[in-house]
T-cell receptor, first 109, second 115 residues
């Protein structure tokens, strides 16, 4: 079967750095998305990786290792507004998006 | 530009009733999707449409039907609602069909409770 694993919940301090991991086992791979979802709201796009390596976009960076079936989202200089769930999703061989259950990130002052 | 709108925002429904969730996008996207999101589970695809006039089944299609009469609208119908269909429903769209890797954009969601 296809599987996306993320930690259920993480806690971090305002101003700090946090890394949210995602491991996947899917039938094929055609890219990996990270989305942010605030409570009660819709998911919004953060990043897309299809090649190995680090993609940096402001305070957020996303890393991919296809050989290890692994990605992480790195959030720097955490702000209270970063409190949200972070969803990892993999595009499989049929170009269907397979979604992880999401990681709830709690930021404390 | 509104993006994607969904209606209603929330609904409480008696089991056995018929319900249509509405979804409209103004981005001229070809592909549209319906997901349900339940606590502790990832988003699960119910149905999708690659272009107007075509639809396909996702991971959890039973009990749901869709139609795509035009580019903008993609309604989801529950023919006879059951309590297990209590969930938050998200409509999404993307610029290329499901055979691509284009970013999906989501509507605000409909919170449905079936009693």
């Amino acid at each position: 079967g296809q599987n996306i694993d993320q930690p259920t919940e993480m806690t971090a301090t305002e101003g700090a750095i946090v890394q949210i991991n995602c491991t996947y086992q899917t039938s094929g791979f055609n890219g990996l998305f990270w989305y942010q979802q605030h409570a009660g709201e819709a998911p919004t796009f953060l990043s897309y990786n299809v090649l190995d390596g680090l993609e940096e976009k402001g305070r957020f960076s996303s890393f991919l290792s296809r050989s290890k079936g692994y990605s992480y989202l790195l959030l720097k200089e955490l702000q209270m507004k970063d409190s949200a769930s972070y969803l990892c999703a993999v595009v499989d061989s049929n170009y269907q998006l397979i979604w992880g259950a999401g990681t709830k990130l709690i930021i404390k002052p | 530009i509104a993006g994607i709108t969904q209606a209603p925002t929330s609904q409480i429904l008696a089991a056995g009733r018929r319900m249509t969730l509405r979804c409209t996008q103004d981005m001229r996207h070809n592909a549209m999707y319906w997901y349900r999101q339940d606590l502790g589970l990832g988003l699960r695809l119910i149905h999708y449409s690659n272009t107007a006039g075509t639809t396909g089944k996702g991971e959890v299609p039973d009990g749901y039907s869709v139609s795509r009469a035009n580019t903008d609208d993609f309604p989801l119908t529950l023919a006879s609602a059951v309590p297990s269909q209590t969930s938050v429903y998200f409509c999404a769209s993307s610029g290329v069909p499901a055979g691509g890797t284009d970013t999906q954009y989501f509507g605000p969601g409909t919170r449905l409770t079936v009693l």
